[in-house]
C-alpha cells in the first residue's frame, strides 16, 4: 500500500492532461478519450459471441437490444463520467462511503467477478483470432495471451493520451473491417428497421438478449470510466465542471455509437450471411470458416480474425485500470500494476486451459456467451449505487442529475434487473429439474440467489430510508497523530554492501548520522550457487573474496576511528539481510540504490525494496 494520503483514483495518470490553457475545438479535443477507452469494452470477443448467435438464430430480431442496450450505456457512462468530474471521486470511492463494509466486500467481490468474466472473453476471442490468423492451437493461443500483461505497463510509461492513441487506433482498425464486411454482405435494410421493433421469441433469445446486454453495458466501466475523466485538469469553478460534463458527454456519445455500429455489424452480418441461409451458427470459429465462402473473398475471413484480435487486445488493457480502480477503492489496497494485471489474467487463463483440456474446443464458445450473462447479472450490482449518487444533492450539489433523469435512469435499471432476475428463474429452475438430486441442487442454488436479491434491494433502498453516512473514503485510513521524539539517537546501524561504487554513500552516510558512539554492522550475503545450496557451510570462492573484501572495508572503517563489525550472510540478499538485522536489534539500515531500474529491476530483482518490508527499524538510503 502507497502511503501518500492525497492519493486520487489512479493517481500515476490523475490530472495529466491540462485543459486549462486552451479554448474552442481543441478544448473540446483535448477531453475526448476516456470514452473512447470505455467503447473497446463495448466491442470485445464477449460481444462477438452473443452477437452472432443472436443474428444467427433469431435473424435481425435482436436488433433492437443492441439499440436499447446502447442508449442504456449511454445514460449510464454519462452518469458515471459526471459522478467523477463533480466529486473527484471514482464509483468504488464513493460506494465504499455509502455503505457498511460487509456490503462493500460484496460489491467488491461481484465487481471483481465480473473483470474475471469481461477478461475470461478477451482471453478465449484473442486465442481465437491467433487460431484463425495463425493456425496456432487454441490452447497455445490462450497461453500466448499472458504476454500481454506488461503492455499496459509499457503504454502508460508514455503517457494516457497515447494510450488512449493506442486504443483508438484499435478501435479504427475494428470499425474498419466491419465497414468492409458490411459492404460484401449486403444485408436487406428493410429487415434491419423490421429488428427494431422489441420481441423475445423464446427462452433462448432471452438468454442471448441478456448475455447481450451484460457484453454492451458492463459494470466494470462504470467504476472505469468514473476514473478517466479525472485524467483531465481543468478549473474546479461551475463553469468549467459544467463544459467538463458536456464535453465528456460529446465524447460518450460518439465513441458508443462507433460501438453501436461494430455491434450491429456482427449481428447484421451473422443475420444476413448465416440466418439467411439457413445456417444457426453459434460459434465464432464456425463463422470464420463460413464467411469467406458466403461472401465470395478470402480478405473478409482475414478482416474477421484481425478485428478479434484487436477487439481483445484493446479491451484486455482497460480491464486492467478497472481492475486497480475496484480494488484500491473498495479495499484500500493499492498493488503494483504488474502484478494486478498477472492475478487478472490468471483468473481468466486457468479456468479457460481446464475446459479446454477436458471439454475441448467446441466448449468455448459456451464459455464465451456464460461470461456475459455473468456480467450481465453483475449490472445492478453497480448501476443501482450509481443512480444513488449522482442523485444525491450533498454529494452533488447542483450537477444532482434533474427529476426526468434520474427516472429514466431507474427504468434502464429496473429492465436490467428484471431481465437479469428472468434470466436467474430460467436457469435455476432447469438446473434443479434437470439434476438426479433436485433437493441438493435447490438447496444450493436458491439460498445463493437469495442472499445476492437481498444485498440487491438493500443497496437499493438503503440511501433512500437511511442518510446515515460511512466513513468517508480516504486513500491511506485516518491520519495518525504524530509522536516526535528528538533525542532519539542510533545506536547500532547496519550497512548492506555489494562492494560496489555506491557502498562509499551507504558507509558516509551511516557514519555522518551515528558518529563515534555508534556501532556499525558491514552486511554482505553470498548469493552464489553454493551458498544458496550449502548455506554457513559454503566453503567456494566467492565467499572467500567477499569475506577478504569485507575485512577490508571493516580496516578502513576503523581506521577512522569508529567502532565497527562485519557479518557475512549465505542466500539470498533481500531475506538475509533482514534476518541479520533483526538477530543483532540494529535501529537503523543504511542502503544505497542498486542504480538500476525498468527492466533490470525485472531481470536482477529489487533487493532494497524486499529488504523494507521484513524488518521493522527505519531503513535510509543513501543517494
Given amino acids: 500500500m502507497s ?10 495518470i490523475h490530472s495529466s492532461v491540462n485543459t486549462t490553457a486552451i479554448g474552442g475545438w481543441r478544448k473540446l479535443f483535448a477531453f475526448f478519450g476516456p470514452a473512447y477507452m470505455i467503447s473497446v469494452g463495448y466491442m470485445d470477443p464477449g460481444n462477438w459471441a452473443t452477437d452472432i448467435a443472436g443474428g444467427s438464430l433469431f435473424g435481425y430480431k435482436l436488433i433492437w437490444v443492441l439499440v436499447m442496450s446502447n442508449l442504456i450505456a449511454i445514460l449510464l457512462q454519462t452518469l458515471s463520467a459526471r459522478l467523477g468530474i463533480v466529486t473527484g471521486k471514482d464509483l468504488a470511492q464513493a460506494s465504499r462511503e455509502t455503505y457498511p463494509p460487509f456490503v462493500n466486500y460484496v460489491l467488491y467481490g461481484l465487481a471483481e467477478l465480473a473483470i474475471a468474466a469481461c477478461d475470461l472473453a478477451e482471453v478465449i476471442g484473442m486465442a481465437i483470432g491467433i487460431k484463425l490468423l495463425f493456425g496456432l492451437p487454441l490452447l497455445a493461443g490462450v497461453c500466448i495471451t499472458v504476454l500481454d500483461t506488461f503492455l499496459l505497463l509499457f503504454l502508460l510509461h508514455f503517457g494516457v493520451r497515447k494510450l488512449e492513441a493506442f486504443i483508438i487506433c484499435l478501435v479504427a482498425l475494428i470499425g474498419a473491417c466491419f465497414a468492409v464486411e458490411m ?44 476514473s478517466l475523466v479525472q485524467t483531465r485538469k481543468f478549473e474546479k469553478t461551475e463553469v468549467a465542471i459544467k463544459k467538463a460534463i458536456k464535453f465528456n458527454t460529446i465524447d460518450t456519445v460518439i465513441a458508443l455509437n462507433l460501438a453501436l455500429f461494430v455491434n450491429a455489424g456482427i449481428l447484421i452480418l451473422a443475420a444476413s450471411s448465416f440466418n439467411k441461409n439457413g445456417l444457426h451458427v453459434t460459434s465464432i470459429e464456425e463463422a470464420h470458416k463460413l464467411i469467406a465462402p458466403l461472401l465470395g473473398t478470402s480478405a ?134 434437470n439434476s438426479s438430486s433436485p433437493g441438493l441442487v435447490g438447496a444450493v442454488l436458491i439460498p445463493i440467489c437469495l442472499f445476492f436479491a437481498i444485498v440487491l434491494l438493500y443497496i437499493t433502498f438503503k440511501p433512500v430510508f437511511s442518510s446515515t453516512k460511512q466513513d468517508e473514503y480516504k486513500p491511506h485510513g485516518e491520519l495518525q497523530e504524530l509522536i516526535i521524539n528528538t533525542s532519539f539517537t542510533y545506536t547500532k546501524i547496519a550497512i548492506p ?52 573484501k569485507l575485512q577490508v572495508y571493516l580496516v578502513q572503517v576503523q581506521e577512522h576511528g569508529y567502532n565497527c563489525s562485519i557479518r557475512l550472510g549465505f542466500g539470498k540478499a533481500s531475506v538475509v539481510i533482514p534476518e541479520i538485522v533483526n538477530e543483532l536489534a540494529c535501529n537503523l539500515v543504511v542502503m544505497a540504490p542498486h542504480g538500476h531500474s525498468g527492466l533490470k529491476d525485472l531481470l536482477f530483482g529489487t533487493t532494497l525494496e524486499k529488504v523494507r518490508h521484513r524488518i521493522s527499524v527505519p531503513l535510509m538510503i543513501a543517494g
Fill in 3 to 12: 502511503g501518500n494520503p492525497e492519493q486520487k483514483s489512479l493517481s500515476e
Fill in 183 to 226: 459492404f460484401l454482405a449486403q444485408p436487406a435494410i428493410g429487415d434491419i428497421f423490421s429488428g427494431i421493433i422489441p420481441s423475445i421469441p423464446n427462452s433462448e433469445a432471452l438468454a442471448i438478449a441478456t448475455g447481450i446486454i451484460g457484453a454492451t453495458v458492463m459494470p466494470h466501466n462504470l467504476y472505469l470510466h468514473s
Fill in 300 to 433: 473478409a475471413a482475414i478482416l474477421f480474425a484481425v478485428a478479434l484480435i484487436a477487439a481483445g487486445q484493446s479491451s484486455t488493457v482497460t480491464g486492467t485500470l478497472a481492475g486497480q480502480i475496484i480494488m484500491e477503492g473498495y479495499l484500500n489496497l493499492r498493488l503494483q500494476p504488474w502484478v494486478r494485471r498477472l492475478i487478472t489474467r490468471c483468473l481468466a487463463i486457468i479456468p479457460a486451459i481446464i475446459i479446454i483440456i477436458y471439454f475441448g474446443d467446441s466448449a468455448i464458445d459456451d464459455m464465451l456467451i456464460l461470461s456475459q450473462i455473468i456480467l450481465s447479472m453483475q449490472l445492478g450490482f453497480a448501476v443501482i449505487p450509481l443512480i444513488h449518487l449522482v442523485s444525491n444533492k450533498t454529494k452533488m450539489g447542483v450537477f444532482a442529475i434533474k427529476p426526468i433523469t434520474k427516472i429514466v435512469a431507474w427504468l434502464s435499471a429496473s429492465v436490467i434487473v428484471c431481465l437479469n432476475a428472468m434470466l436467474v428463474y430460467d436457469q435455476v429452475a432447469s438446473a434443479i429439474s
Fill in 497 to 548: 554492501v555489494d562492494f560496489s561504487i555506491v557502498d562509499s554513500k551507504a558507509i558516509s552516510k551511516a557514519l555522518s548520522l551515528g558518529g563515534k558512539e555508534c556501532e556499525y554492522v558491514l552486511i554482505h550475503a553470498v548469493e552464489s550457487p553454493n551458498a544458496l545450496l550449502h548455506g554457513k557451510n559454503s566453503d567456494d570462492l566467492e565467499t572467500h573474496e567477499d569475506l577478504k
